[in-house]
């Protein structure tokens, strides 16, 4: 695949880029080995200290960091400046709080293991390897460099191909800051490659957020090396409605769920699960929502959401909603390509949707919505796991009872009660089954990449 900066509203290659050689690809990652050798003998305040200072460049420059992201993935320049700086506010967050989550512990009474000290150290394993998407193209890094940099570790992106100006930025973020020369760099290198890198001992562990086929390939070849992976792979995550919920309040948020980055968000409520009582009511006010959203240039004020970042990831939503419109679907709103350059695609929600049709078990990366009427919470919690996927959840519902019963029973990494899935900097991410397995952010995250070390003293 082609490394370069294609602009999706307009659909012209602006740059291109030469991927590195094998020879810069051997001295990047003999770099990235040297500086974790120095990093691991710096102190977390120092770390710190790094990191707020790339924090405060990465805000510093967010308009033009933003104009980045546009170019490269389509999204509205105000949503691209809202990533930039949650981007640096993650970066703080972990820098203020590594240490305390990487403190050593003591798990039991050193007597009762006959010890006279007993402590768990979590120390740093080496170099890790991010193979990260373009829907997020900062978001979804930071929230691996900056734990992984925080815990003494040091990094090397393959970033995906369509987004190499951001990769590049990334890659020199963090020297900038003051971390060593090394410590996290960008390859530009095909997905061919990253396999073979897994077999390079100087690497010791990956992380990928992807697709499953993507993911199964990195876990494979790290399986294979006795390395660690942690994966995030999608999901088809399921808005579920009940009878005592706020449907007006719910139905604004159903819009928001499924077009924001213009539907290309592993999070993205795609599956709605709503109950006959209020269903005729929420569909009414959701269709109209979805019908008020406008797509088109994300540089405009007035556009609700821009493009699909790629020609291709555009062919794929028009091939999941015709197949489900040949068997079927009946179309609310939406479903039609627009005329013009570039790569938009109208908000669209379909009804009527079957088990024959892919988008009942495929996730689709665009603003497709489906419905679902359902008569029983039973019915949201079988409809809701009868899904490969189980990355997270919306539920709305006021009663005790089903939100005892959903946040139990709902087969996901997340479930969200009367509120949107997102990420938070302190808050585990991740998901089951196909959704991949490990968490980012939180303490939890930050420890998926240590050493966790027992020292045990006579």
């Keep these: 695949m082609t490394i370069a900066t294609v602009d999706p509203t307009t659909g012209k290659l602006r740059k291109e880029f030469t991927p590195h050689t094998p020879a810069e690809v051997e001295a990047r990652v003999e770099a990235a080995d040297t500086a974790f050798r120095a990093l691991a003998s710096t102190t977390f305040t120092e770390r710190a200290e790094w990191l707020h200072r790339a924090a405060d460049l990465l805000e510093a420059e967010a308009d033009e960091v933003a104009e980045l992201i546009t170019t490269e993935m389509g999204k509205t320049v105000a949503s691209a400046r809202t990533e930039a700086l ?13 240490e305390r989550y990487l403190s050593a512990e003591r798990p039991v009474e050193p007597a009762s293991v006959g010890a006279s000290e ?3 150290r979590f120390d740093p394993i080496g170099v890790v390897l991010a193979v990260m998407p373009w829907n997020y193209p900062l978001w979804q890094t930071i929230r691996f460099a900056a734990p992984a940099l925080l815990a003494g570790n040091t990094g090397l992106l393959k970033h995906a191909s369509n987004v190499p100006q951001c990769a590049l930025y990334l890659g020199e973020l963090f020297e900038r800051g003051g971390f060593p020369t090394g410590a996290f760099q960008t390859l530009l290198i095909e997905a ?4 073979r890198l897994l077999d390079d001992r100087r690497i010791r562990a990956a992380t990928l957020t992807g697709s499953v086929a993507a993911g199964a390939a990195v876990a494979e070849a790290a399986g294979r090396n006795i390395k660690k992976t942690v994966l995030e792979l999608g999901g088809t995550d399921a808005f579920i409605v009940l009878p005592s919920a706020d449907v007006t309040r719910a139905a604004e948020a159903a819009v928001t769920a499924r077009v924001q980055n213009s539907g290309q968000s592993c999070i993205a409520a795609k599956r709605y699960y709503i109950h006959t009582d209020v269903y005729d009511e929420f569909t009414a006010r959701f269709v109209e929502g979805m019908a008020a959203t406008t797509t088109g240039d994300p540089r405009d004020e007035a556009t609700t959401f821009g493009p699909l970042a790629t ?12 197949d489900a419109i040949s068997n079927g679907a009946t179309v609310l709103t939406g479903g039609k390509t ?6 938009c695609y109208p908000a669209t929600v379909l009804a009527d949707i079957t088990p024959e049709m892919r988008l009942y078990r495929e996730e689709c990366f665009g603003p497709v919505a489906c419905l679902h009427r359902i008569d029983s919470v039973d019915d949201a919690i079988r409809l809701a796991n009868d899904s490969d996927f189980g990355l997270s959840s919306s539920v709305w519902t006021t009663d005790r009872n089903e ?6 029973e709902i087969d996901a990494g997340g479930v969200f009660v009367n509120g949107l899935t997102a990420s938070f900097p302190g808050v585990p991410f991740g ?9 980012e952010l939180s303490a939890l995250g930050i420890r998926e990449f240590v050493n966790i070390k027992t020292v045990w003293t006579a």
């Design 403 to 408: 939100i005892d019963r959903l946040t139990r």
């Design 192 to 195: 061919a490659d990253v396999t």
């Design 86 to 98: 949650k981007s640096a506010t993650g970066m703080r967050f972990f820098a203020d709080n590594a």
């Design 338 to 343: 627009p005329p013009g350059p570039g790569y």
């Design 431 to 439: 998901g089951v089954k196909d959704s991949g397995y490990g968490r």
């Design 118 to 120: 007993l402590t768990v």
């Design 311 to 322: 020609e291709r990831g555009r062919r794929d939503v028009e091939s999941l909603v015709a």
